[in-house]
């Protein structure tokens, strides 16, 4: 059994597990005022951010990927800017891994939260603002307090969703060990060289932690509902 | 003295309405505000809070809350808003509650004490019934000592015996803090109990303004006993026809002619009406 497991490296998983978390934490930031404002406005531009927003979820991986590897290529004002100004290379390294991330996932995070603010009683809304409380204490004490579950929801699935990620990480990345060799890589280089003990035992490896993950969160939510008595 | 003078229009079920509203209000006035739903009785309350946009003035003794340029926020207006769903927060105790307008925490203690919630200050509103969660809502309305309180129907989503109790808390408080209160609400006695005024709303203007004895006794005078209610039945008894009319919450029955029956529909508002010289009044 021992030497079953011998050849198996970590470091693809532990690249996989930094970049999910490092895209979770950031995407957490740039949902938070995104999703409050699209539960929240009444604008007609609206459709309009909700359909950029939900874009990644019906591109194929290879085209969002290609896009964001032109555009963060040296070929592209954005690439050569960074490149030209601050010396950061931003394709075939984490970096851009990272920036790609963003897009790729942006939805899976903007919209669980955005439903769970609609979700809301528009009246404790008003009565927070009544209460002589800023929009924005009211969105930190009031609105994510009573949202728990959506947020477990939205932080779980886009860390999860990233982990899973393939096709944008392999057009923007690459496959360079230690850099840009993600679990989902790995394994579709061990089925190229016919490897498949390997590809058997990671591919068991993601199926089981992803599938413990959504069970935990189900599990919360659950919980979670019971205490507060559903959404009020 | 509260001056409001305001406009907007309305889309509401039933197409546009024009809601249009000049009412000066005097402090520690009681206001009642009735009306068929859609009159605009909510849209008026939510433009008093400031949480709704309107054209117009709306001027609160010295302060101008909406003027041609300024428009003060609901945050800075000091008012007290009683939902008629509650609108608790959730993810906090009751005491929580209270505390997020201010921390106040002699006026909490006192108003828990008066309102009867002092045990229950540590629970979460989810373990509280209907009649108790309103409670705290009411309190919650007090902690900013405001200048006006807005109620929407606070007590309709209660049962009769609770609906009974918080009305005399209504009255404790206003009689305690003589906040000036605007309350809509639809049941007579309720608002003939607390309102020292009544304002009839319909389609987005007033059409009544007095105490609530002009406005709700409608036989005033006329020595008359007068209910309105739903015609339910027409029954033949041997020859005579006997109408059962549902008043309130009671039924009753009363002998028509043939002539009064055929000019009856099933189903109709009826007024009944009798002289009442010598009415026994009796506890039960």
């Not at chain 1, 951010?49 to 990927?65: F, H, R």
């Not at chain 1, 995070?109 to 769970?116: C, D, F, K, L």
């Not at chain 2, 305001?6 to 505000?33: P, Q």
Request: glycine letters at 6%; aromatic letters at 8%.
């Amino acid at each position: 059994m021992s030497e079953l497991f011998a050849g198996i490296e970590l470091e693809p998983f532990l690249l996989s597990f930094k970049l999910a978390g490092v895209t979770t934490l950031i995407l957490f930031v740039i949902a938070l005022p995104l999703s409050w404002y699209l539960s929240q406005t009444r604008s007609k531009i609206k459709p309009l951010l909700e359909a950029v927003t939900a874009l990644p979820i019906v591109l194929p991986p290879s085209v969002l990927g290609f896009y964001i590897l032109w555009a963060l290529s040296y070929n592209s004002p954005v690439g050569a800017f960074f490149e030209e100004t601050f010396g950061i290379k931003l394709v075939f390294n984490f970096t851009g891994l990272v920036i790609a991330s963003c897009f790729y996932s942006l939805p899976f995070m903007v919209q669980p939260m955005q439903s769970g603010f609609e979700s809301l009683n528009r009246n404790m809304l008003d009565a927070s603002y009544v209460c002589g409380r800023s929009k924005w204490m009211t969105l930190l004490k009031v609105a994510l307090p009573n949202i728990k579950p959506a947020l477990m929801t939205a932080i779980i699935v886009t860390f999860a969703h990233t982990v899973g990620e393939f096709g944008v990480v392999l057009m923007v990345g690459g496959s360079i060990p230690g850099e840009t060799k993600v679990a989902s890589v790995a394994i579709y280089e061990m089925v190229e060289i016919m490897d498949y003990t390997s590809a058997h035992i990671y591919s068991a490896i993601m199926l089981i932690l992803s599938f413990l993950v959504l069970l935990g969160v189900y599990i919360f939510n659950r919980k979670h509902n019971k205490k507060l008595g559903g959404f009020q | 003295m509260i001056a409001v003078d305001i406009s907007k229009t309305l889309h509401g079920s039933m197409g546009e309405m024009e809601l249009s509203v000049d009412l000066r209000i005097k402090e520690g006035e009681f206001i009642a505000l009735a009306g068929e739903s859609g009159s605009g009785k909510t849209t008026l309350l939510r433009i008093i809070a400031g949480l709704e946009k309107a054209r117009g003035t709306l001027n609160v003794g010295d302060e101008v809350w909406m003027g041609a340029k300024h428009i003060l926020p609901p945050q800075k207006r000091k008012i007290g808003f009683v939902f008629q769903d509650y609108a608790l927060f959730p993810n906090m105790t009751v005491l929580q509650n209270l505390l997020f307008v201010q921390k106040d925490h002699a006026l909490a203690a006192q108003l828990l004490e008066m309102t009867g919630l002092d045990e229950l200050k540590e629970r979460l509103p989810a373990t509280l019934s209907g009649g108790q969660k309103q409670r705290v809502s009411l309190c919650r309305a007090m902690m900013n000592r405001p200048k006006i309180l807005l109620m929407d129907e606070p007590l309709s989503a209660l049962d009769p015996a609770m609906r009974t109790k918080l009305q005399q808390e209504i009255l404790t408080l206003h009689r305690n803090f003589g906040t000036t209160t605007i309350m809509v609400s639809h049941d007579p006695s309720e608002i003939y109990r607390l309102a020292t005024r009544v304002v009839v709303l319909d389609h987005g203007r007033i059409i009544q303004d007095d105490t609530p004895k002009k406005v709700l006794l409608k036989t005033s005078g006329s020595q008359k006993f007068s209910f309105e209610g739903e015609l339910l039945d027409i029954i033949d008894v041997d020859i005579i026809k006997v109408a059962i009319v549902s008043i309130g919450q009671q039924l009753v029955e009363v002998v028509i002619s043939p002539q009064e029956a055929s000019s009856l529909r099933i189903g109709e508002r009826v007024t009944l009406s009798t002289k009442a010289f010598a009415p026994i009044l009796s506890s039960k």
